[in-house]
């Protein structure tokens, strides 16, 4: 192990640490708008250009683009959510800044391979309500907190196609309160695993495939795959996901491409969709009016739709020390209307995303990232099951991120 490789690893353990005690970002559901610093600058693009090596997230055969080198980045995400039912007033959910780290290092290999670690999160459902409006004791809200370990392989095959391959290890830990109102016979198959249960946590594994085309000097190609990842389930909070706390993470898939005008080659423009597929976990997926107990075998969900996502972006290198980046994404309703009392605990409601970003190059061993991202404001509105009236539900959110790279 070299001298660059033994603190990267040190770092990463204390990365993974700080992440398993944030909150994670939401931006498309509760997937974030892209990993890196210069990813999240382009709305979340990247399956198809070149975004660092946390960039390799979206698609693991980019770790052929980078020698060797360590990306490290600080994300603070400030949603703001609010709940407004009718003839009852409007109710502010609280913690409204999250500090969010990652970590990555790419390892060349030779023989036209390369081998890269990643650690970095994702989700964030996250409220916390001071005045329950469901009912119940306390305050009203949930907490999801995911953690993503993922070793990407890339290797080259040849006219222009490289292949990448990424095993990966998850881990999340959810927490509710105030949910009372759902915790007795009849409502749930689990009494007593619903609610204020303190944070359960559990683990899990899946896999991610990449493929990078470069048609020709001015058009890339890109997709990626990501398959569901399987969780152990919540038992703390077996009476309250469907299938006895059954939570796993859902499966995605990226395509793009990016083309460099032949009369400006400082300049790249890149177009993707990204499909996640919420509807595949029912704790997600599932009709919250589904009429069967909290906790049983297609049991009640959140409701929420396989969600698509459109991004264009573009990055402009203005000289050998700056380049710029701007983006905007927009993402398809994630639930209907009758949905709307269930989701005050979760609302995903942003559609559109705009992003401005730059790099800085120090030396050519040293660079200097960062972005800001704005959610526009959008809500969710429909029957309150608690009353005769209606629920509307609102979420905008903002960004800044900074990362630092190191090559040698």
Same mark, same amino acid.
């Given at each position: 192990?070299?001298?660059?490789?033994?603190?990267?690893?040190?770092?990463?353990?204390?990365?993974?640490?700080?992440?398993?005690?944030?909150?994670?970002?939401?931006?498309?559901?509760?997937?974030?708008?892209?990993?890196?610093?210069?990813?999240?600058?382009?709305?979340?693009?990247?399956?198809?250009?070149? *975004?660092?090596?946390?960039?390799?997230?979206?698609?693991?055969?980019?770790?052929?683009?980078?020698?060797?080198?360590?990306?490290?980045? @600080?994300?603070?995400?400030?949603?703001?959510?609010?709940?407004?039912?009718?003839?009852?007033?409007?109710?502010?959910?609280?913690?409204?800044?999250?500090?969010?780290?990652?970590?990555?290092?790419?390892?060349?290999?030779?023989?036209?391979?390369?081998?890269?670690? @990643?650690?970095?999160?994702?989700?964030?459902?996250?409220?916390?309500?001071?005045?329950?409006?469901?009912?119940?004791?306390?305050?009203?809200?949930?907490?999801?907190?995911?953690?993503?370990?993922?070793?990407?392989?890339?290797?080259?095959?040849?006219?222009?196609?490289?292949?990448?391959?990424?095993?990966?290890?998850?881990?999340?830990?959810?927490?509710?309160?105030?949910?009372?109102?759902?915790?007795?016979?009849?409502? *749930?198959?689990?009494?007593?695993?619903?609610?204020?249960?303190?944070?359960?946590?559990?683990?899990?594994?899946?896999?991610?495939?990449?493929?990078?085309?470069?048609?020709?000097?001015?058009?890339?190609?890109?997709?990626?795959?990501?398959?569901?990842?399987?969780?152990?389930?919540?038992?703390?909070?077996?009476?309250?996901?469907?299938?006895?706390?059954?939570?796993?993470?859902?499966?995605?898939?990226?395509?793009?491409?990016?083309?460099?005008?032949?009369?400006?080659?400082?300049?790249?423009?890149?177009?993707?969709?990204?499909?996640?597929?919420?509807?595949? #976990?029912?704790?997600?997926?599932?009709?919250?009016?589904?009429?069967?107990?909290?906790?049983?075998?297609?049991?009640?969900?959140?409701?929420?739709?396989?969600?698509?996502?459109?991004? @264009?972006?573009?990055?402009?290198?203005?000289?050998?020390?700056?380049?710029?980046?701007?983006?905007?994404?927009?993402?398809?309703?994630?639930?209907?209307?009758?949905?709307?009392?269930?989701?005050?605990?979760?609302?995903?409601?942003?559609?559109?995303?705009?992003?401005?970003?730059?790099?800085?190059?120090?030396?050519?061993?040293?660079?200097?990232?960062?972005?800001?991202?704005?959610?526009?404001?959008?809500?969710?509105?429909?029957?309150?099951?608690?009353?005769?009236?209606?629920?509307?539900?609102?979420?905008?959110?903002?960004?800044?991120? #900074?990362?630092? *790279?190191?090559?040698?």
């Amino acid at each position: 192990m070299n001298t660059y490789q033994k603190p990267f690893l040190g770092a990463s353990l204390a990365a993974g640490l700080a992440l398993a005690a944030a909150p994670a970002m939401a931006t498309t559901g509760y997937f974030s708008n892209g990993t890196s610093v210069q990813s999240k600058g382009m709305a979340g693009a990247g399956v198809s250009i070149g *975004t660092g090596v946390m960039g390799a997230a979206s698609n693991p055969a980019f770790g052929l683009k980078y020698p060797n080198q360590v990306d490290a980045c @600080l994300a603070a995400f400030m949603p703001s959510r609010s709940v407004t039912i009718t003839g009852f007033g409007t109710f502010q959910s609280d913690n409204e800044f999250f500090p969010v780290p990652c970590i990555g290092g790419n390892f060349q290999l030779g023989n036209g391979s390369t081998l890269g670690v @990643l650690v970095y999160g994702n989700g964030g459902m996250n409220t916390d309500y001071p005045i329950n409006f469901f009912g119940g004791v306390g305050p009203l809200g949930v907490n999801l907190e995911q953690l993503f370990v993922q070793v990407n392989y890339a290797t080259e095959v040849g006219n222009g196609v490289t292949l990448g391959f990424a095993p990966i290890v998850a881990a999340q830990r959810f927490s509710a309160t105030g949910l009372q109102a759902f915790d007795a016979p009849g409502f *749930t198959t689990a009494v007593g695993s619903v609610t204020d249960n303190g944070d359960d946590w559990s683990v899990g594994f899946g896999a991610q495939i990449g493929v990078l085309i470069e048609a020709s000097p001015n058009l890339t190609f890109g997709a990626s795959v990501r398959s569901k990842i399987k969780m152990d389930p919540f038992e703390s909070y077996a009476g309250l996901f469907a299938d006895a706390g059954d939570f796993d993470i859902p499966a995605s898939a990226t395509i793009g491409m990016t083309f460099m005008p032949p009369s400006n080659s400082a300049l790249k423009i890149t177009a993707e969709w990204q499909r996640i597929f919420y509807s595949g #976990v029912g704790a997600i997926g599932n009709s919250s009016t589904t009429p069967l107990p909290l906790g049983s075998p297609g049991g009640p969900g959140f409701g929420w739709k396989d969600m698509d996502v459109f991004r @264009l972006a573009a990055e402009y290198e203005v000289n050998s020390q700056w380049t710029v980046r701007g983006g905007v994404s927009y993402n398809t309703e994630f639930a209907a209307p009758i949905e709307a009392t269930f989701n005050a605990l979760a609302p995903a409601t942003p559609q559109l995303h705009a992003s401005i970003g730059g790099t800085y190059r120090i030396n050519n061993r040293r660079e200097i990232h960062m972005s800001y991202t704005h959610a526009f404001d959008n809500d969710l509105s429909g029957p309150f099951l608690f009353a005769p009236t209606t629920i509307s539900e609102q979420m905008s959110q903002h960004e800044i991120a #900074v990362g630092m *790279t190191w090559k040698w």
